[in-house]
């Protein structure tokens, strides 16, 4: 008789060619529209799966663990894995794996410009535009908060962090950057950043971008405290995940003209945007987007798929998958973004 072959579910549609690897090792459970899956929708689909292959939305926790005798490997699109229960999966020798390194550039790109479209008011003044209220040229009209020469802090300076300063080299700004680990001293050099404690980052930069992980420890890491210490005038850029600020807290700061603009590509409740901020004319609010363009999000699908195949035991790196998050975990191949969810 024939050897079972694996089963391994497909969350979401992604990309067909790109998925088609998988139908040479496993039966393939597919997905074919954009799912928003109930918890008991995904317990059900994994109760008969030996691997998956899931999206930020698509979250693992103990109960979908608990409910998946046949689990053997979760590949997650994508650098953070927040929607994961690392602890429940690696308690049950199922290994996880992330996609790291192919979304940088296009994440850091991506947190260039949103920052920059904050600061700039580009948002609000093309609203403003659309709305057809420009009747002339204004010389008072839309003052920003500039970036050149200015003191510009990252919060999480994993790869996607480091791109950012690479790229803010070009505004001749002085930066500052917390992680948990200081940088070696060639890469501070290389990103012209320097290290400060937290509250000093805060508490002295203009613009601020959030580039690290999100793990319970750092929930609202940004909080009404951490925001009161920001100069008057200030932009807080948030592209790595929603939980890290408290959005009421925010919120109160914009309004009261305490902070000069926001950029957020993620929110706590995603796809639900507090409507405080909505009503706020100065953040510019993008729907998860910093890695959406199509090469980074092939690649990562790519990568992902490289991953699983990995880690359910086929393929040339059989065993072995490129970027594991739980156990066995070998640290010294660098599968962790030091510091950056993207
Ligand atoms: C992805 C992200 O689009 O990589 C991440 O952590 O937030 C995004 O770049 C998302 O994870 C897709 O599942």
């Not at 979908?64 to 020798?93: F, K, M, Q």
């Not at 971008?209 to 319970?216: D, E």
Request: aromatic share 6%; glycine share 12%.
């Amino acid at each position: 008789m024939a050897e079972r072959r694996p089963v391994v579910w497909v969350s979401q549609p992604l990309y067909a060619d790109i998925e088609a690897r998988l139908d040479e090792w496993f039966d393939v459970v597919r997905t074919p529209t954009v799912t928003d899956h109930a918890p008991e929708a995904i317990a059900a689909a994994l109760a008969g799966a030996d691997g998956a292959l899931v999206t930020l939305n698509d979250r693992i926790g103990a109960a979908e663990v608990a409910a998946a005798p046949r689990l053997r490997a979760v590949a997650s699109v994508g650098v953070g894995y927040d929607s994961l229960d690392v602890a429940a999966l690696a308690a049950r020798g199922i290994v996880a794996t992330n996609t790291p390194g192919v979304l940088t550039e296009a994440t850091a790109d991506f947190g260039i410009a949103l920052m920059m479209a904050a600061a700039r008011r580009m948002t609000e003044a093309e609203r403003w535009l659309r709305d057809g209220r420009w009747n002339g040229w204004g010389f008072h009209a839309f003052h920003g908060a500039g970036i050149h020469g200015s003191t510009l802090g990252i919060l999480g300076m994993g790869r996607i962090g480091q791109g950012i300063a690479r790229r803010a080299r070009g505004f001749g700004r002085r930066g500052l950057y917390h992680n948990r680990s200081r940088l070696p001293p060639g890469v501070e050099r290389d990103c012209a950043a320097e290290w400060v404690a937290r509250d000093a980052l805060f508490g002295q930069v203009d613009h601020l971008v959030l580039a690290l992980p999100y793990a319970p420890e750092n929930h609202h890491i940004v909080d009404a405290a951490a925001l009161a210490r920001m100069k008057p005038g200030a932009t807080l850029t948030n592209i790595a995940r929603g939980g890290l600020v408290d959005e009421g807290a925010l919120a109160d700061a914009l309004q009261a003209g305490r902070l000069a603009a926001a950029g957020l590509d993620v929110f706590e409740g995603e796809p639900a945007v507090d409507p405080r901020l909505l009503a706020c004319d100065n953040v510019v609010l993008t729907p998860h987007i910093a890695s959406a363009t199509l090469p980074t999000r092939r690649a990562m699908v790519s990568l992902a798929v490289d991953n699983l195949v990995a880690a359910m035991g086929f393929g040339p790196d059989a065993g072995r998958p490129p970027h594991p998050v739980t156990p066995p975990f070998d640290a010294s191949r660098g599968s962790g973004d030091g510091g950056s969810t993207h």
